[in-house]
């Protein structure tokens, strides 16, 4: 009976499923939907859409909206009315048009009634001949979009027929071949795969050019014939259109009433391209806007700049002034009309009536005349001419050759137009490390394996050739146009010259182009996969042992006895390979095909999806009988080329399959039966090349680093499907392990880990690996008792922690390895939880994750891995001149807190006569003392204790700091501040943001480890609000894209990880030292121009204004003007702009080279030097004082001689 709580959703199943019957069982007798009546608001429900038939009653309705696009604004019917609309939204614009109809009142006309009409349709027309280009250049690439082809089923004809994109609907059923971009978001339902997969490219999304797998939905990968949409039977509800690419929740409720969940990989996204496969086919679930690539594309961002800020408050100050001096002028003119008492002066008007006007009256008239006179105070030109000296500024930023990087081939992108001058500003910077300060090229270095340390210095020397090799690339490349070249295929075992080949330093910049270009085009398709990164030298010890607990290996096996047998040593260090080879994500292809993958197929039943399956698979009957229980798997040969069908036997123990690898490597796959009388089947694609080396494609390169590693100890990864991962040992040959659940990474857990059914044991193992923060915290407590395995254990542990730490110390990036046996019981109760948490539709990811933390725990310790990320060419030099400029440096990493420090220590972030303040705290009480602690120390050294202490305690509130003044420097007493993530999560809390910013405000750097995400994004608003500074955020990756938002100014480098960073930045760059020149060369030149561009503007406007207001004293403050009305109108417009747009756009006060070599000439656009408040009044004063002099020096030398 279900719940209170299950009712609803039991209900609206229900509902759901009568509905989809009506239809489906009696299509001709009601009209078909695409859209279920009684869909929630959360929810979306999509049935099959078939189209019309001819003469038929069935007509499909479209509720959802079409697969067109349409990025343009306006219509040639709406152009008009909607630019105006819209341009009229700025003030400046209704302004000008309530002078102008002012003007059009004869009582207080000024000029011409046309004249005054002109400047102002010259700017809206200006500005919308303008908007119109940038529409029509939208217009044409929609145009391109919706008339690309595809193929869509049609049940009139029964087959696909060719549709342009637009003409895609929800629930039409899409047909798409190897190559082709994916028009609309699409269910995955079937596949050319034998075993359901789709390959695709989501370069057009994220940059990544690595390819994601995409799987057939449950229920649709057992199927033998090819699939035929007449036959689709299901009801898909599925969450509402939403723009997070990495998230999708719904599930399908099949005709038998059973249902199964759907998640983001059963989805394939528009704009991605199909690769890998020759053909799949899905149902559209979301189309045209709804989709989410078009929920991500924002365009250019648009925010007001700090100068822009300060600029609207002095207009406002100009309508003050001019609304004064028109009252002073209507006072004027009331007060000399009547001087004149009765007796009315001969050039009076009088009014309609024939009577004359009063002077109260004439001087209201009086005052609406001189706000259309002086209207020039307030330059409609202004705001014009600022957006187009921005665009100028953009375009020779973007064309700056020093901001261009040959090895990515990449320029600076700018995607917000408006906010340049704040390059010129900023204060504090938050800046990612891995990829951001370092290259992002992961490097196997060093490990430990069951408490015992393998340097690999070997390797380290080969490293260091390729540190050797950036000195000389220079020189060689001045001396000589060409380098002998030789193959990078070369042994990785090799330490020779050799190795220093172009080939070699392909993943380098040099100072050729070509070379450039063509380490660009070698890496395109599979990245972290330079030479640096995969030519793996390995540790001869540990390569010895690894070999001999593959032959002792190979003898149990043969002899057919348990792996028991082995020592726990050399149990542990096969372990830690198959780990390091199994538990991770990459993927397969071979070197003259990257786009193709290798695979290996071994016929074994399919991964367990259900409790029947599981209680068929795992009783102890089918553990242990040897019953020769047979059955016949076959495949449709239709389904994929690559594909031999065959039907195999399958024994009791047909999971465990293992091939010994022949010794001719040409050799043709073949069928072999191993010595417990198993039967696998093996079917290996074309394309090895002579060295058998394989291509891994990884999403990170952690991943490819740790697979490189293993393969380089001949544990290598040779295939990987959604169901099995083939593994290849020295001696041992090919082993298939049955993946029976992935638990992917995420930045809460901190760890991945896999659940796999061990070919040679039988097992169901937990491999796991992860930050060693989390994993030792996880680990299964050994026994009280002094025994020899408890004792081990806490050996193992205390050595591999040791090791950690000095890894940590060495700069190098640290992952724990681990597993966990499964006995069936348990298995079987975990996995009544994780499918449930799967088919759940509310709060499915808690499910999830609770999930797989019940999973991971009890884990025993394997080893550690120890990854070198190197620094970026020029970091160290950047971060140093950044310094000078008086900018503070914050990095926000998720490494472990010692490989921050060494690598903040590489770069110059910290000195070695700084004083380190180290805050880990357990608790909040903790933290608040460590807190208290640390500011004793700083105020014992500080001059400025008291006022340190104050604003610890918030009594008082934080003043503006720009980090230059000596205010400022007193506090910065030589220290620098350590946090990690969990006490930077109590730092946080209200109760402790003030002293922990007070306390942040008073070191020279800030590095905060361990953060996540939203940490960052805290930490960055924390000093923006508080502080009022401005504020930078520079990262790589998408766990850095919410500080990118948060902070005034967001970069985002293009590195290894996609361009999601880029993507969500103001501006991106290719590397760090990018953002020397951007910040105190354009930066410093944009802010300088702007601010004297500006204060000229309302300097020349007051003294024009001036002038005519000098002459009302002469005129009785009638209005008139001493000047002709066209010259007064198109002053601004035309007379008195050009100059200004030269200057804010070419202007140069000091050199790039100047600036470059004296950082410190930055501070002047921290501290506003150029344009603060009073600058505003000083020009004001200079504009009177000139007007004074300009009008009546003139004046007085007419009435003198």
């Known amino acids: 009976m279900a719940t209170r709580h299950e009712r609803p959703r039991c209900s609206r199943i229900s ?110 027309g200006l500005v919308a001949i303008k908007d119109a280009v940038e529409d029509f250049r939208r217009y044409r690439f929609d145009r391109v979009h919706n008339h690309l082809a595809t193929e869509a089923w049609d049940r009139n004809e029964k087959k696909y027929v060719e549709k342009y994109w637009k003409e895609v609907q929800v629930g039409d059923f899409v047909r798409l071949r190897c190559n082709e971009i994916i028009p609309a978001d699409i269910l995955l339902l079937s596949s050319s795969d034998p075993d359901g997969l789709c390959h695709i490219e989501t370069a057009n999304l994220d940059g990544e050019t690595n390819l994601k797998q995409r799987q057939v939905i449950k229920g649709f990968t057992e199927l033998e014939t090819e699939f035929d949409p007449m036959k689709f039977n299901s009801v898909i509800e599925c969450e509402k259109p939403n723009n997070d690419l990495n998230r999708f929740q719904g599930y399908i409720i099949y005709k038998n009433e059973k249902k199964a969940g759907l998640s983001k990989d059963n989805l394939l996204l528009r704009g991605c391209t199909i690769r890998n496969t020759e053909e799949v086919v899905g149902i559209a679930i979301y189309a045209g806007h709804e989709t989410k690539a078009m929920l991500n594309n924002n365009g250019p961002r648009y925010k007001r700049s700090k100068l822009e800020r300060q600029m609207n408050v002095d207009v406002f100050w100009c309508v003050i002034i001019l609304v004064v001096m028109c009252l002073f002028s209507a006072i004027g003119h009331g007060l000399w009309v009547a001087g004149y008492g009765d007796q009315r002066p001969v050039f009076d008007v009088l009014s309609a009536d024939g009577t004359s006007l009063s002077p109260a009256l004439s001087g209201l008239y009086l005052f609406f005349t001189m706000i259309i006179v002086l209207q020039v105070l307030i330059p409609i030109s202004l705001y014009v001419s600022i957006e187009i000296i921005k665009i100028c500024q953009v375009f020779f930023i973007h064309q700056d050759v020093d901001l ?151 003898v149990l096996r043969q002899r057919g006895q348990p792996l028991s047998h082995l020592t726990p040593e050399l149990s542990d260090t096969i372990d830690f390979f198959i780990a390091l080879t199994v538990c991770n994500t990459v993927m397969v292809s071979s070197p003259n095909q990257p786009r193709h993958k290798v695979r290996v197929r071994f016929e074994l039943k399919s991964p367990v999806k259900s409790l029947e399956d599981f209680i068929k698979r795992f009783t102890p009957s089918r553990l242990t009988s040897g019953s020769n229980n047979s059955s016949s798997s076959s495949l449709s040969t239709s389904k994929s080329l690559h594909r031999i069908s065959s039907s ?141 395995a408890g004792k081990r254990t806490r050996k193992i542990r205390s050595k591999t922690q040791n090791y950690l730490n000095q890894y940590a110390t060495d700069g190098l990036r640290t992952l724990c390895i681990a597993k966990r046996i499964l006995h069936k019981e348990e298995y079987a109760h975990w996995l009544e939880h994780r499918l449930e948490a799967e088919s759940a539709v509310e709060n499915r990811d808690e499910l999830l994750y609770q999930s797989a933390v019940c999973l991971e725990t009890d884990l025993q310790l394997l080893g550690a891995t120890g990854i070198e990320d190197r620094l970026q060419d020029g970091v160290p030099e950047t971060i140093a001149n950044l310094r000078k400029a008086g900018l503070q440096i914050w990095v926000l990493t998720g490494d472990k807190q010692e490989t921050a420090i060494n690598i903040a220590y590489s770069c110059k972030l910290l000195a070695q006569d700084e004083e380190l303040l180290t805050l880990n705290a357990e608790s909040q009480e903790n933290c608040a003392a460590l807190l208290e602690q640390c500011i004793s120390r700083v105020e014992s050294k500080s001059p400025l204790n008291k006022r340190l202490h104050a604003a610890a305690n918030g009594a ?38 003030d002293k922990f910013l007070a306390l942040a405000q008073s070191c020279r750097t800030v590095l905060c480890c361990r953060s996540t995400p939203l940490q960052k994004s805290m930490v960055v608003k924390l000093v923006r609000d508080r502080l009022k500074v401005m504020t930078l955020a520079i990262g790589d990756g998408a766990n850095d894209v919410s500080m990118i938002q948060v902070a005034d100014v967001g970069v985002g480098i293009s590195g290894q ?20 020149k951007l910040l105190l060369v354009h930066g410093h030149w944009c802010y300088s121009r702007l601010a004297n561009m500006v204060l000229y503007f309302f300097y020349k406007n007051a003294m024009f204004v001036a002038l005519l207001f000098w002459y009302q004293f002469f005129c009785g403050f009638s209005g008139s003007t001493m000047i002709d009305q066209w010259y007064l109108i198109f002053f601004n417009l035309l007379f008195s702009s050009v100059p200004q747009l030269i200057t804010g756009i070419l202007d140069k006060d000091v050199s790039a080279e100047t600036l470059v070599a004296l950082p410190h000439l930055y501070k002047s656009g921290q501290q506003s030097e150029e344009y603060k408040p009073y600058m505003f009044w000083m020009n004001m004063v200079d504009a009177l004082y000139q007007s004074l002099v300009c009008f009546f020096f003139p004046y007085l030398v007419w009435s003198f001689f």
């Open 648 to 788: 195999t036997l399958v024994s009791p123990s047909s999971d465990v399959a293992s091939t010994k690898m022949g010794e001719d490597s040409g050799r043709s796959p073949q069928r072999e039966k191993n010595e417990n009388g198993f039967r696998a089947e093996t079917t290996i694609a074309e394309g090895k090349d002579a060295g058998g080396e394989l291509r891994y494609e990884a999403e990170s390169p952690d991943e490819a680093a740790l697979v490189y590693a293993a393969k380089a100890y001949n544990c290598a990864l040779v295939g990987r499907l959604p169901e099995l991962v083939t593994v290849e040992l020295p001696h041992v040959g090919k082993l298939a392990f049955e993946l029976l659940h992935t638990l992917g990474f995420d930045s809460t857990r901190k760890r991945m880990s896999v659940v796999v059914r061990h070919p040679l044991t039988d097992e169901i193992v937990v491999y796991t690996k992860g930050a060693d923060s989390v994993i030792m915290d996880l680990l299964q407590q050994p026994p009280p008792e002094e025994d020899t």
């Open 1057 to 1076: 990880e996609g361009m999601q960073a880029a993507m969500a930045s103001d501006f991106a760059i290719a590397r760090f030292r990018h953002l020397q």
């Open 404 to 554: 261009y990087d040959e090895e990515t081939d990449s320029h600076l992108q700018c995607r917000a137009l408006n906010i340049t001058e704040d390059l010129g500003q900023i204060q504090y910077i938050f800046s990612d490390k891995t990829g951001t300060l370092t290259e992002n090229k992961m490097v196997f270095r060093r490990c430990t394996v069951a408490g015992v340390e393998y340097s690999h210095d070997a390797n380290a020397k080969r490293l260091a050739m390729y540190q050797d090799l950036d000195s000389e690339d220079e020189e060689c490349m001045s001396k000589s146009e060409t380098i002998p070249r030789c193959d990078s295929t070369s042994s990785h075992q090799s330490a020779k010259v050799g190795h220093r080949t172009q080939s070699t330093k392909s993943h380098r910049r040099t100072g050729s182009r070509a070379e450039a270009k063509r380490a660009s085009i070698l890496s395109k398709h599979t990245a972290f996969s330079s030479p640096m990164e995969k030519d793996i030298t390995p540790d001869p010890q540990l390569l010895e042992k690894v070999n001999e607990c593959a032959s002792r290996l190979e």
């Open 15 to 124: 509902a759901v499923r009568n509905l989809y019957y009506r239809v489906w069982r009696n299509p001709f007798s009601m009209q078909g939907y695409t859209r279920l009546e009684n869909e929630t608001p959360e929810r979306r429900i999509v049935m099959p859409n078939y189209g019309s038939i001819k003469g038929g009653h069935f007509r499909s309705q479209r509720p959802y909206p079409g697969n067109e696009i349409r990025t343009t604004k306006y219509t040639l019917l709406t152009f008009i009315p909607r630019n105006l609309y819209e341009q009229f939204h700025r003030c400046a614009n209704i302004y000008f048009l309530f002078l102008a109809l002012l003007n059009w009142i004869p009582v207080v006309e000024a000029f011409r009634k046309d004249i005054t009409m002109i400047p102002l349709v010259l700017v809206l």
């Open 956 to 993: 008082v509130d934080f003043v503006p700091s720009n980090g230059t003044s000596p205010s400022a420097a007193a506090m910065r007493h030589n220290f620098s501040l350590v946090v990690d993530g969990r006490t930077l999560t109590f730092a946080l809390e209200k109760t402790l943001e």
